[in-house]
């Protein structure tokens, strides 16, 4: 079964900075992390102390209010340091990994022939559980819910991101068993996101609904899948899982083996050897990432919805990429005038950057601008691929109007649909944070 | 330009936080944003941002509105000279015209500035570009011997009235612009309306008869102007309103730059033409009316100011309807109800402002059913669910 889905509103952004097709091995690192931070609105507890053994697949830590989740370990080794913030947050669990990992054996478990009680259990007892997101509200799932429909995408559409479909090239065995497990942990469908024109064998794939995307950016995003097929209503529970996930939950379920394999593309034009890495979850950042312009950002994710980093901190829990773009604190003269400075990329018409649609872009962290009040309008509407109104659900989370959030489709959309609205807005109004903020009140209020 | 930063930051230096002025720095930074785009970075959401802002887009209005204001300077000059029997030369039109008006484009700017930076800075945000649109509009749709403390009055009131008391900028509900017109058109109406004040000193001058071709309509006399006198602009009104093909110049570039609405703008010449036709295929046979029933659907789209009306203030995205189909409904009925107070109205033969200063008002409610619709497919998604589990 497939289904096509052809995206018009968005916005096709080319940067310069894309990586290489080329997978290296990631030299061994010698340091991972774990950072309860990466997992939205958990309160970790830990299970193990600074100093102790842990195989990977050991739990770390667990969520205080929904402990059946369980959070491992990525690799072998020894726990060296629990990194804590203000009022003892803790920030990150740093291992020192073994030369060689050795694996707790979880078992292998055949998702089609077991119960489905057997499967779930073996997802969230194992950590496999962390991969699993709900929406609404972008947070992880609850092991008590049965979700409407499981989705994942393996075309993303953000500019200068790590390309799914090569990340997954050998993966193929794994990629099938992951989503077999799937099937087993809904009533609905597992949707897969594939680019339309792609002649891989995401397509051939078995148990899934296969969905063909084409148009631009947030065409590939989940949430623009979701609302293409079956929209979330009121309390209606969706999962979503990261393409490459997938591969890992297959991966313990026909080995037993937790292999936190991440295939980590790094992109942006600060980075001077930009391919892909093949490295584990949680690595530092320092062991691929090579050699790098000064005075730059590191991103981990994507340049539209990733989170600043330290370069000698560790790659993010999901991410596939590790972006690394020039720092923009310089000043332009006159930068502000209409049909000036058309190098700087702008999807407005005050910009001669339309022009040339296919010339790729410099991107630097520059705001271009300072915030202003909302004036113009109409310019989110044209990158909202979803049936709602951006500006009216944005005012609605500002002012914190819950009945007027459900009613504008608020569990529809979660902070990373809204970040094209970032990009683009002349008010330079933060639109992710505001979804974000707008979402925290719905869980607080409605749950 | 390395050398102008380092002034420019030295000059700052007691505008930073902590510092001495503190409280000052919008004004400054004002100044400061108006030579270079700031070196500020993203902190949160998206890391990359689009060139664009706010001081872009109002430019490119600004821009938009010079061949209306050259020709409005001009055509000042013209129809003084010409009605005297001297025929000017361009440059002795321009110089006349220019005297007049850009003392009033100051006054605007400074007073309406000078507000616009004491809000900034008792309110603690940075000084919102609006305003540079605002204060050049203001004069552009006064009468030309309007004196220039009522422009000032006008600005003062529709800064206060019209946009601060409102929260400012992205807040107010009517168009700045039009509120300093209605203001200056009911407290000084002598200076507003009549037949006298449409033409450089005509008030003054006995040689000289400023009416407008609506006036001239409304009184049942004839009009001496054809339709490409109307078009081209070279008649008595108000200073800017007059060339419908200076006004189609700038709303061209406000379309290709999708700074204006081409909703609002096409939408509500079509609602004007509508309304026009009406009128004259009805005619006096149903209503009783004046000479306004009978002019040329054709002609009312191109005299008054109704397309400067339509394209420089029904544009203006705080006041104008927000979503897309509430664009086309909201320009559409600019259109339709400034040709009908035009014609039915002869007290106010200039209908548009007032059209527009009403669906400024009804915008909201326009918006509101635009976005109900989409709130029930909403509803009607989960019906069937509700359904199932009952």
Not at chain 2, 82 to 97: N, R
Not at chain 2, 366 to 379: C, L, M, P, T
Request: glycine letters at 8%.
């Amino acid at each position: 079964m497939s289904k096509n889905v052809k995206v018009k509103r968005g916005l096709k952004l080319s940067f310069k900075g894309e990586a290489e097709k080329i997978l290296e091995e990631a030299p061994v690192s010698k340091n991972y992390a774990i950072k309860p931070p990466n997992f939205y609105s958990i309160v970790p507890k830990t299970t193990v102390k600074e100093g102790a053994k842990v195989l990977a697949g050991d739990e770390l830590f667990y969520s205080k209010y929904s402990d059946q989740t369980r959070f491992v370990s990525p690799v072998s080794g020894i726990v060296k340091e629990i990194v804590r913030g203000a009022k003892r947050k803790i920030l990150e669990i740093r291992i020192e990994a073994d030369q060689e990992i050795s694996y707790k054996d979880f078992g292998s478990l055949d998702p089609l022939s077991a119960s489905e009680k057997e499967v779930k259990s073996k997802v969230f007892s194992s950590g496999l559980g962390v991969f699993l997101k709900q929406r609404p509200y972008d947070i992880l799932a609850n092991a008590e819910d049965s979700p409407k429909a499981i989705y994942v995408s393996a075309f993303n559409t953000a500019p200068i991101v790590g390309d799914l479909e090569f990340i997954l090239k050998d993966k193929q065995a794994h990629f099938q068993t992951g989503i077999n497990v799937l099937t087993r942990l809904t009533e609905g469908k597992v949707y897969l996101g594939v680019e339309a024109n792609s002649n891989s064998y995401l397509k051939k794939l078995e148990n899934a609904e296969i969905i063909n995307i084409s148009g631009p950016h947030p065409a590939g995003n989940v949430g623009t899948l979701i609302h293409e097929t079956e929209p979330i209503n009121q309390g209606e529970r969706v999962w979503t899982v990261g393409a490459e996930d997938v591969a890992i939950i297959g991966e313990l379920f026909s080995t037993g083996k937790y292999n936190a394999e991440r295939t980590v593309a790094v992109t942006g034009e600060s980075a001077k050897n930009r391919k892909y890495y093949k490295t584990l979850i949680g690595a530092e950042i320092q062991s691929f990432v090579g050699e790098v312009e000064e005075n730059s950002r590191f991103i981990s994710g994507d340049v539209l919805t990733g989170e600043k980093v330290e370069p000698d901190n560790f790659i993010n829990f999901y991410d596939n990429e590790l972006s690394i773009i020039p720092e923009g604190d310089n000043y332009r003269m006159f930068g502000w005038l209409p049909f000036k400075d058309n190098h700087v990329h702008s999807m407005s018409k005050t910009s001669l950057s339309w022009l040339f649609p296919n010339k790729k872009y410099s991107v630097n962290t520059n705001l271009n601008g300072e915030e202003r009040a909302l004036v113009v309008t109409g310019e989110m509407e044209e990158v909202m691929p979803l049936d709602i109104y951006p500006m009216e659900l944005l005012k609605a989370c500002m002012i914190g109007d819950i009945e007027k959030m459900e009613n504008l489709g608020i569990y529809e959309v979660i902070p990373e649909d809204f970040a094209l609205v970032d990009y683009v807005n002349t008010s330079k109004i933060e639109a992710q944070e505001i979804i974000r903020n707008g979402l925290d009140l719905m869980i607080t209020e409605v749950g | 330009m390395n050398w102008i930063r380092k002034k420019l930051d030295e000059v700052k230096a007691p505008f930073q936080p902590g510092e001495k002025y503190e409280k000052y720095a919008p004004a400054v930074n004002a100044l400061d944003t108006f030579l270079f785009v700031p070196n500020h970075t993203t902190k949160k959401g998206a890391h990359v941002r689009d060139a664009v802002d706010l001081k872009r887009t109002m430019i490119t209005v600004v821009l938009a509105l010079i061949p209306a204001l050259i020709f409005g300077m001009w055509n000042t000059g013209y129809q003084h000279f010409t009605q005297l029997g001297e025929s000017p030369s361009f440059i002795d039109a321009f110089i006349h015209g220019a005297w007049k008006i850009v003392p009033m484009i100051i006054v605007s700017y400074g007073v309406g500035l000078a507000l616009e930076f004491a809000f900034a800075i008792m309110r603690g945000h940075e000084v919102n570009e609006g305003y540079l649109v605002t204060g050049l509009l203001i004069p552009m749709i006064m009468p030309v011997d309007i004196p220039l403390w009522m422009v000032a009055l006008s600005v003062i009131f529709a800064v206060l009235i019209g946009k601060e008391a409102f929260g400012g900028t992205g807040m107010n509900i009517l168009n700045p612009a039009l509120t300093a017109r209605a203001f200056a058109f009911f407290a000084y109406p002598t200076y507003m309306s009549g037949n006298k004040v449409w033409v450089s000193e005509a008030s003054t001058m006995d040689g000289i008869t400023g009416e407008t071709i609506l006036g001239t309509l409304a009184a049942n006399k004839d009009v001496a102007y054809q339709t490409a006198d109307m078009f081209t602009g070279v008649i008595p009104g108000s200073i800017s309103e007059t060339s419908t093909l200076c006004i189609l110049a700038g709303a061209l570039l406000l379309i290709l730059t999708k700074v204006g609405s081409w909703r609002i703008i096409l939408s509500g010449f079509i609602g004007a033409a509508v309304m026009g036709l009406i009128f004259n295929t009805l005619g006096n046979s149903v209503f009783t009316g004046n000479g306004l029933m009978n002019f040329p659907w054709y002609n009312h789209l191109v005299v008054g100011g109704l397309a400067f009306g339509i394209v420089f203030m029904a544009t203006d995205p705080v006041s104008a309807a927000q979503t897309m189909r509430g664009k086309i409904i909201y320009g559409f009925l600019i259109g339709l109800f400034g040709i009908m107070i035009r014609v039915f109205n002869p007290a106010y033969p200039e209908g548009i402002m007032l059209a527009i200063l009403l669906m400024n008002v009804f915008a909201p409610t326009i918006d509101y059913y635009v976005v109900q619709a989409n709130v029930n497919k909403r509803k009607k998604r989960l019906k069937p669910q509700t359904v199932k589990t009952a």
